[in-house]
């Protein structure tokens, strides 16, 4: 069974600093995909990465993806208030695309 | 702009009452899921289908709960009888695995209260 571990559970921070969320899990996948969610509403893909070495930004945000070390980061590059949400990644199980997601980092920004 | 079509959004009932749940997936895509999201046990997946047929539901208690794909444009699950420990938001997620993106996208969810 995959497990997945993200960690820290709840960052706070403040604008203007940077800041990685570690998304770690137990078993071999070749692919993972980061999602974000707002208070109340749902799952908004952010990243999907693919193969091993993978790296995607989207403006202040830059995900990357070790598959030998099944180890995933999501950095954030001199935060916002606006990204104030919570952070889940999900590693995908064998070719039948299942996610397995983690517990989510919460994430506040602060002014 | 495609998204994913969940019924109802917001659902109150009692105890023991049936709850359907629906979902519409995104045009062609054609793997669907359900997730459940609770505070104590976060994203949990349901069920699962990959062109209409059931690839896992391990995730679901088979008593109480179940999940179909009637058509390639609707998914329902099924909860009968509900229990207050079944109030949860329920997700219902679409994707192509094949596609160039490989997202998969999630509905809105389906707000459900048992009490």
């Known amino acids: 069974e995959l497990k997945v571990e993200q960690n820290p559970l709840f960052l706070s921070m403040q604008e203007g600093k940077n800041y990685t969320i570690y998304c770690n899990y137990s078993t071999t996948s070749d692919r993972l995909y980061w999602y974000r969610q707002d208070p109340g509403k749902s799952l908004e893909s952010l990243f999907v990465?693919?193969?091993?070495?993978a790296v995607k930004q989207e403006g202040r945000l830059m995900a990357s993806l070790d598959t030998k070390a099944r180890l995933s980061t999501l950095h954030i590059t001199a935060a916002v208030h606006d990204l104030s949400a919570t952070y889940f990644c999900?590693?995908?199980?064998?070719?039948?695309?299942?996610?397995?997601f983690g517990k989510g980092t919460l994430l506040t920004v602060n002014p | 702009d495609a998204r994913v079509t969940q019924t109802p959004r917001h659902k109150v009932t009692e105890m023991g009452q049936e709850v359907t749940m629906r979902c519409q997936p995104i045009l062609g895509h054609n793997t669907v899921f359900w997730y459940r999201q609770t505070m104590m046990q976060g994203l949990e997946l349901l069920a699962y289908?990959?062109?209409?047929?059931?690839?896992?539901d391990s995730g679901m208690p088979k008593d109480r709960f179940s999940a179909e794909m009637p058509d390639a444009t609707l998914a329902t699950l099924k909860i009968q009888p509900s229990e207050p420990r079944d109030s949860a938001v329920y997700f219902c997620?679409?994707?192509?695995?094949?596609?160039?993106?490989?997202?998969?996208?999630f509905g809105e969810g389906s707000w459900l209260t048992v009490v």
């Open positions: 997620a679409s994707g192509l695995p094949t596609g160039l993106r490989n997202t998969i996208y």
């Open positions: 999900a590693p995908g199980e064998g070719s039948n695309y299942k996610l397995t």
């Open positions: 289908f990959r062109n209409r047929a059931p690839l896992d």
């Open positions: 990465l693919l193969s091993n070495g």
